[in-house]
């Protein structure tokens, strides 16, 4: 049936008042206001300084989608940025929280057809998270399964892109890799056991309790080292040998002994600072040159848009994994948003095994 180019122009116009009607009525179910987690900057800034209050929601901008958050979770960046040690990168939210799960509200200008008003999502954010709506680049979130909860769903972006970002990108391990994991009962280091044995390669961990080296053990390292009964570097060489690959997020105080248990060309990651940034004076550059090992230094929050979008795209090829159980997310508790205050009270005990998650009504 012939079709005037009238009648095309018509239909086209139509359409495109449909959809603008559509992202409008997404746009008036969202309000103006919205509950959110506050700082309160004037006192200590201890744990007790964060709270629930009311803020502005935000507005999705180009490329973005405006996520209604069902759970998000607590990191230890979370905690550093409360105490102003870690602010956001410029553009992000001045918000808490790096990850969240929920159903797109509304979508952004310039948006891509990927994803539409009611599907369910798990964002990596560079903050934001921590609210009742979050703004998000759309290429930064991946689709959740209908059976998979919000609560589990969220406690996946942050820690674990972190760690695929670790073993692959930055530390390039191979199978047959022996590779140490550092606090292995947190949220990255028990997504990085999963990830290494995923590689065909050996995870090795060191947690401060016997619960933790259990789990860690259960999760598929091959040994764990309770470093508050014994000297890890020690046993490890001791009972392991070498190891290619160490994953370190406590920094100064195991700088030496990660040197020591890495094998010739072997690599060292950083990508925290837990035990500070100054390392005791010794001999430690005629050890990086004869061993030629390789130190390189990582996070997540402040990498470019492109550079997430990447990870997130690479990593979500992996969640056929998560639906046959063989990857699973470890949640230490799950508690509601106006609890924030305790959940940072617990991420700075460091007595929580995997993730602290959090509902939002």
């Not at 987690?37 to 929601?57: F, L, N, Q, W, Y």
């Not at 969640?319 to 700075?348: G, W, Y």
């Amino acid at each position: 049936m012939f079709i005037s180019l009238k009648e095309c122009a018509r239909r086209s116009l139509l359409m495109t008042h449909a959809a603008a009607a559509v992202h409008h009525r997404a746009m008036t179910a969202v309000p103006d206001k919205m509950r959110a987690v506050i700082v309160d900057e004037t006192g200590a800034r201890g744990p007790e300084s964060v709270r629930v209050g009311e803020v502005d929601t935000p507005t999705p901008g180009p490329g973005q989608l405006l996520v209604r958050v069902r759970a998000t979770a607590v990191n230890r960046a979370d905690t550093l940025q409360r105490r102003g040690l870690y602010p956001p990168p410029p553009g992000e939210s001045y918000l808490l929280g790096l990850e969240a799960a929920g159903e797109v509200a509304a979508t952004g200008p310039d948006c891509g057809l990927s994803y539409q008003v009611g599907d369910r999502v798990m964002c990596l954010l560079g903050g934001g998270g921590n609210a009742q709506f979050a703004a998000v680049h759309e290429g930064h979130v991946i689709p959740v399964p209908a059976d998979m909860p919000f609560t589990e769903a969220a406690a996946l972006p942050e820690a674990w892109l972190t760690a695929f970002q670790l073993l692959h990108m930055v530390a390039e391990v191979k199978q047959g890799d022996k590779v140490v994991v550092h606090a292995g009962g947190s949220g990255v280091g028990t997504a990085l056991v999963q990830l290494v044995a995923l590689a065909g390669a050996t995870p090795i961990v060191t947690a401060g309790s016997t619960e933790k080296i259990e789990l860690c053990e259960r999760l598929g390292a091959a040994r764990g080292f309770n470093y508050k009964q014994c000297e890890w570097r020690a046993r490890l060489q001791e009972e392991v040998g070498s190891v290619q690959i160490v994953l370190d997020p406590v920094g100064a105080r195991y700088f030496e002994d990660n040197l020591c248990v890495l094998a010739t060309d072997g690599t060292l990651v950083l990508y925290s600072l837990l035990s500070g940034p100054k390392v005791e004076a010794g001999p430690w550059l005629r050890t990086l040159l004869s061993k030629r090992i390789t130190v390189r230094a990582s996070t997540l929050r402040s990498r470019s848009q492109q550079y997430k979008a990447r990870l997130v795209s690479q990593f979500a090829q992996l969640m056929p994994h998560f639906l046959s159980r063989r990857l699973k997310p470890v949640i230490h508790t799950v508690m509601p948003l106006a609890h924030i205050s305790r959940a940072h009270k617990l991420m700075e005990t460091n007595l929580n095994t995997g993730k602290i998650v959090l509902t939002v009504d």
